[in-house]
């Protein structure tokens, strides 16, 4: 109820909807993210945000850019402000493998789908596997929005361990035996083998083959998600899922991380058959990923040095890992443990028993930073004593000081 003049209270808490009793089972699985949440206050300029995953567009060369989109405009403006087709452009995913071959992928352009980010792909992988109730293998940790659209689609998540080599082979079996004997069935294993986000840790790559083998051996897919792939801080590169079998992988890709996010241009590379279906998905969800952004995607690729674009944003992520790895050394109070990652943007911290991450995260906002607490990356309330601490977005000096008020706040809850 409200009184004149009074703003009536916005629906923030589910029982003040209205339509509440309106929604399709599956919208109640869809709850916002803590991470989304965090936005607000982390984008406050006091607050030195180790929260958001954010790329660092600033190394982008704006004017170049800016000429060849009027060119496009100019040039081809006909069909990059028209519809295109669900797959994608003909030039861009040709150019897409390209890019996948340095990470060994064969890809063909006709096995693609051009997605709006990849984001849009996990939405449509899942929508054409999952019905209600079925199980999706996850990492423990997993991406939130990943998270979110498996909930989203009803699945139920259960979380495979992860160790400095990423996902435990040991556990991947178990999980599925665990799933065959109730009788269930688990549709995907959904990993992201490089960089991962939150954990930081890359499988290893003689662990992959084994990964392949027990999936294929149970029968179950894999989605490879693979945002930070070239993000590799030695420009190193890692054979990819998808280079190694080709019949049982999908693999998703982007270039939110390697050119801008904003662009929203992401992909599928899928056996043939499923890649069908996906067409058909990406079509009811979108009718076609936006024309305009993908032949700015192309012609970037076509007109600039994006490989050496890519090596450039390798080492200003480096030192952005190295000041947050070294003030964590410096300052971080004895039984905190962190990863090290070797590419990415993420680092994902273990704090001292005691010590509840979600109940501390007020506190550190006071202090004047930011990070995500850990159970936003788990689907099973685990992640209590973690947190996904990012490096992709502040200067170096400024990662420094976040991680010397967050060390304070950790200090001073120990000792509560
Ligand atoms: N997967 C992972 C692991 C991510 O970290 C992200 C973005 N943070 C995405 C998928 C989605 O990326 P996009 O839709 O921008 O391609």
């Given amino acids: 109820m409200t009184t004149p003049g009074q703003q009536p209270e916005r629906t923030g808490s589910r029982s003040l909807d209205p339509h509440l009793r309106r929604y399709a089972a599956r919208a109640g699985g869809m709850t916002a993210s803590e991470v989304r949440a965090l936005f607000a206050v982390a984008s406050r300029p006091e607050v030195v945000s180790l929260a958001g995953g954010m790329p660092n567009l600033a190394a982008l060369p704006l004017e170049s850019l800016s000429e060849q989109v009027g060119r496009i405009i100019a040039e081809e403006g006909l069909t990059a402000l028209q519809y295109g087709s669900a797959h994608g452009v003909p030039l861009l995913r040709e150019q897409i493998c390209e890019v996948m071959a340095l990470e060994g992928i064969s890809g063909h352009p006709d096995d693609l789908v051009v997605t709006v980010g990849s984001q849009m792909a996990l939405d449509l992988v899942t929508r054409i596997f999952?019905?209600?109730?079925?199980?999706?293998?996850?990492?423990?940790?997993?991406?939130?929005?990943?998270?979110?659209?498996?909930?989203?689609?009803?699945?139920?998540?259960?979380?495979?361990?992860?160790?400095?080599?990423?996902?435990?082979?040991?556990?991947?079996?178990?999980?599925?035996?665990?799933?065959?004997?109730?009788?269930?069935?688990?549709?995907?294993?959904?990993?992201?083998?490089?960089?991962?986000?939150?954990?930081?840790?890359?499988?290893?790559?003689?662990?992959?083959?084994?990964?392949?083998?027990?999936?294929?051996?149970?029968?179950?897919?894999?989605?490879?998600?693979?945002?930070?792939?070239?993000?590799?801080?030695?420009?190193?590169?890692?054979?990819a899922l998808r280079s190694m079998d080709r019949d049982n992988v999908i693999y998703l890709g982007s270039f939110s991380k390697t050119f801008a996010s904003g662009l929203r241009v992401g992909w599928a590379l899928a056996p043939h058959a499923v890649r069908e279906k996906l067409v058909l998905a990406a079509e009811s969800a979108a009718l076609c990923a936006p024309t305009l952004n993908q032949m700015v995607v192309s012609r970037y690729l076509a007109t600039h040095d994006w490989k050496g674009q890519i090596k450039s944003f390798q080492t200003m992520?480096?030192?952005?890992?190295?000041?947050?790895?070294?003030?964590?050394?410096?300052?971080?109070?004895?039984?905190?443990?962190w990863t090290n990652p070797d590419g990415g943007f993420f680092v994902w911290m273990t704090v001292p028993e005691g010590v509840d991450t979600k109940?501390?995260?007020?506190r550190a906002v006071t202090a004047r930073v930011a990070y995500v607490p850990g159970t936003g990356f788990y689907a099973d309330g685990f992640g209590s004593r973690q947190m996904r601490l990012s490096f992709c977005y502040p200067p170096p000096e400024r990662i420094s000081e976040g991680v010397r008020r967050l060390a304070g706040v950790l200090a001073q809850e120990i000792d509560l």
Avoid: W
């Fill in 317 to 337: 992520y480096r030192e952005r890992r190295d000041a947050l790895i070294s003030g964590l050394e410096q300052h971080m109070p004895a039984g905190c443990s």
């Fill in 130 to 239: 999952c019905d209600p109730g079925d199980i999706v293998l996850a990492e423990g940790p997993s991406y939130v929005g990943a998270l979110g659209t498996f909930a989203s689609y009803q699945a139920e998540v259960r979380h495979v361990v992860m160790d400095a080599d990423g996902l435990v082979p040991e556990a991947l079996r178990a999980a599925l035996d665990a799933a065959k004997q109730a009788g269930r069935r688990v549709k995907f294993l959904y990993t992201i083998p490089n960089f991962n986000n939150p954990a930081g840790v890359t499988m290893a790559v003689a662990r992959r083959a084994e990964v392949l083998d027990i999936c294929a051996a149970h029968d179950v897919l894999v989605v490879e998600d693979n945002p930070y792939g070239l993000l590799g801080f030695d420009g190193q590169v890692y054979p």
């Fill in 359 to 362: 109940a501390m995260q007020p």
